[in-house]
């Protein structure tokens, strides 16, 4: 057994910079490549694409990635971790293998893990009496089950730890935890078992760190000023040890930085109860852990406490749910706030003259600039200029494209000074719902797959 | 004692749950940490987000980190894809609470 692993987080988010996973190749030591592709809108977007297309509905994005670094990736034996599969793994999986083959790498291993994607089997899960009611609000998805555009299962470390026991160098699932990318390295590396919840607390802990990228090493940090070289900040490696204490540092010499302050900003993102962090292989005591500084650019994490998982899984649901748009005008002073106010008000008001109104909460009005981020809270200013925001929301998809041609027209018809009207009139977009459920994990059985070059 | 904004000694980070904020704000010192847990009351946070939080704010607290997390319920227009606000994430929230005034 290694003493020692490095788990590089290359990928925060769908979105994220490609030079974070290039870099951590290129700029040192790497063991593992964790990177997350996935957000609730993107699988709704990939089972669109994929409907038209049976070979897509996966992150293309983590090809592109590849095809920079694969040769390298290949040459030091490092393992990437993905959750790039989105709604098509075994598409994603033969696009690998393409990849590999154009650039005449021979011997790659490729993995994928299935069974996260339920969607065709709502039917008969809500039949045999699995509810999948909304964790928010207690609604019964049966209310919206024609209007489901996407359902996968949070998938744990394990499942990715099986695919790294069968020998891929590449693993690609679908809906798997953020953590868990981290986590499943972990597992594998230092064989802990289903019952060692300390350690897999301390596996999550970690996920938790590095899942947004560069959130720990400096980016999004309110202490910014102290940070060095925002261009080449360094994405977050995990040096982990076997009885779960584990480090948070980043290659030598990139930007950023990495201290006590960063680390617990990043621990505190969408955290919810600290005593009881949620996640399909156990939970985790965020408020058991000792956080030390041990170095430049190093805090050390241990004596982290866990207990036993739940016994359901987090189910992602993604379901239409009317219609959207937003438009923008820039007003410039003098006395910018009061004509950007007097606009909006026009805009409604000729609205209803044509006989199109929206309830109070379908509509909003911002003026970017005069104290929206933070309202209430910022002191009212006179600045040179605003951006005034109009949103609607509603189930009328004519609405919402009436609302959109009403924008423009103030340009000419308003007060004065209103102008940089550009991206055409606003139209109507889908509203894609987020419906978090819980579902009994025997529902669930994941398959892994590995093939080779 | 003189008045000053939590942002001369704390930070703070914040994100979505949901249509609900979480944000975390933390100190460098026992001190501090004994400070925000007096000023900072669920009923304070609350008033503070008056133009943000139409909804119930729970806290938790986390001394290993000298942090206190806030749950600001009903806070993001509907959340994720369904809000029509600029700042549907509550991603600029942490520094929204840093903004306050204290005696220290």
Request: net charge neutral; hydrophobic share 40%.
């Amino acid at each position: 057994m290694r003493d020692k692993v490095l788990i590089g987080y290359g990928q925060g988010f769908w979105g994220d910079s490609i030079l974070g996973p290039v870099r951590l190749v290129r700029e040192g030591p790497l063991d593992y490549l964790a990177l997350d592709y996935l957000a609730e809108v993107t699988m709704s977007i990939m089972q669109k694409l994929k409907g038209r297309n049976p070979k897509a509905g996966y992150a293309t994005d983590f090809i592109a990635m590849l095809s920079r670094v694969l040769p390298e990736v290949h040459r030091k034996g490092i393992k990437v971790i993905a959750n790039a599969g989105g709604v098509n793994p075994s598409a994603c999986l033969d696009a690998v293998l393409d990849l590999a083959k154009k650039q005449g790498i021979k011997g790659l291993k490729v993995g994928i893990i299935e069974g996260d994607d339920i969607l065709v089997r709502i039917p008969e899960l809500l039949q045999s009496g699995h509810m999948l009611a909304n964790m928010d609000d207690g609604r019964a998805l049966s209310g919206v089950q024609d209007r489901i555009l996407s359902a996968n299962v949070y998938i744990g470390a394990f499942a990715v730890a099986e695919c790294l026991r069968q020998g891929a160098q590449i693993v690609i699932g679908g809906r798997l935890t953020d953590p868990a990318l981290v986590a499943g390295p972990m597992i594998h590396e230092f064989g802990w078992g289903p019952q060692d919840f300390d350690k897999l607390a301390a596996g999550t802990m970690a996920g938790h760190i590095a899942e947004c990228g560069a959130q720990c090493t400096g980016g999004n940090f309110t202490g910014w000023r102290d940070v060095k070289d925002f261009v080449r900040i360094g994405y977050p490696i995990i040096e982990a040890s076997p009885d779960g204490s584990f480090v948070v540092t980043k290659h030598e010499g990139t930007g950023g930085l990495i201290n006590r302050e960063t680390v617990i900003s990043q621990l505190l993102y969408e955290m919810g109860d600290p005593n009881r962090y949620l996640g399909p292989d156990c939970t985790a005591d965020f408020t058991s852990a000792r956080i030390e500084e041990i170095g430049k650019d190093r805090v050390r994490l241990s004596a982290i406490k866990g207990g036993p998982a739940t016994p359901t899984y987090k189910v992602s649901i993604s379901y239409l749910n009317g219609f959207k748009t937003t438009g923008q005008l820039t007003v410039s002073g003098p006395d910018a706030v009061a004509k950007a106010r007097l606009c909006a008000e026009i805009v409604w008001g000729r609205l209803a003259l044509d006989g199109c109104t929206f309830e109070e909460h379908e509509k909003i009005v911002e003026i970017v600039g005069a104290g929206v981020c933070h309202e209430g809270i910022a002191k009212p200013t006179d600045p040179p200029e605003v951006v005034l925001r109009m949103g609607v929301k509603c189930n009328d998809e004519d609405k919402v494209d009436r609302f959109g041609m009403e924008i423009v027209p103030l340009v000419t018809s308003g007060p004065p000074g209103v102008t940089g009207f550009a991206g055409g009139r606003p139209k109507a977009t889908d509203i894609v719902g987020y419906w978090p459920a819980l579902l009994q994990k025997d529902q669930v059985k994941t398959r892994v797959r590995v093939e080779v070059t | 004692m003189a008045k000053v904004k939590l942002s001369s000694f704390a930070f703070a980070r914040s994100g979505d749950k949901g249509d609900g904020s979480n944000v975390g704000i933390f100190v460098k010192t026992r001190a501090d940490y004994e400070l925000i847990k007096k000023v900072l009351t669920v009923d304070a946070v609350k008033r503070h987000f008056h133009g943000i939080c139409k909804g119930t704010v729970t806290r938790y607290e986390a001394e290993n980190m000298l942090a206190l997390n806030f749950l600001l319920r009903d806070s993001l227009g509907g959340g994720g894809s369904e809000s029509l606000k600029t700042d549907a994430q509550g991603k600029t929230h942490g520094l929204a609470l840093l903004e306050m005034e204290v005696e220290r």
